[in-house]
């Protein structure tokens, strides 16, 4: 496995964001039955005091009933960052929410991912290329 990289600059420099394949939506239930099947085709999950937030594909999502409506693509962050790293979060939500673009950040061990509205993917992508460009020069 690579180094983790900790320093700011560093860690937007070396983001390389790549929008991954599928759509998905959040989600939140309290039922476990709900909970149990659909566990094993989420992306991710996590329990809150409120109910169990689960990231679906859309079409498992609609199977379960849940809301479709907010699509939401998934722009991979090639950074390997550190769990102590500063700075990355809040550069990425920064830099989508100076043109008006929403995303949801999951961080998980190897990668951070930012999630988008389906129809704003392609320009948030580009608008955090130009970020990381900045970062470098």
């Excluded at 983001?15 to 149990?36: Q, W």
């Excluded at 409120?50 to 409506?69: C, H, K, R, S, W």
Aim: hydrophobic share 55%; with cysteine.
């Amino acid at each position: 496995m690579p180094q983790s990289v900790r320093d700011t600059r560093a860690m937007i420099a070396g983001m390389t964001p790549r929008l991954k394949e599928g759509a998905f939506v959040f989600c939140t239930t309290t039922s476990p039955a709900v909970i149990e099947a659909a566990a094993g085709q989420a992306l991710s999950f996590f329990r809150e005091e409120e109910g169990v937030t689960l990231i679906l594909p859309v079409e498992v999502a609609a199977t379960f009933g849940f809301d479709t409506a907010l699509a939401m693509k998934r722009i991979k962050l090639e950074v390997f960052s550190a769990l102590d790293g500063v700075g990355l979060t809040a550069a990425v939500a920064s830099a989508l929410a100076a043109v008006g673009i929403p995303c949801n950040m999951v961080a998980a061990f190897h990668h951070d991912h930012a999630f988008v509205p389906a129809g704003m993917a392609e320009r948030a992508v580009a608008v955090l290329e130009a970020a990381q460009r900045q970062a470098a020069s």
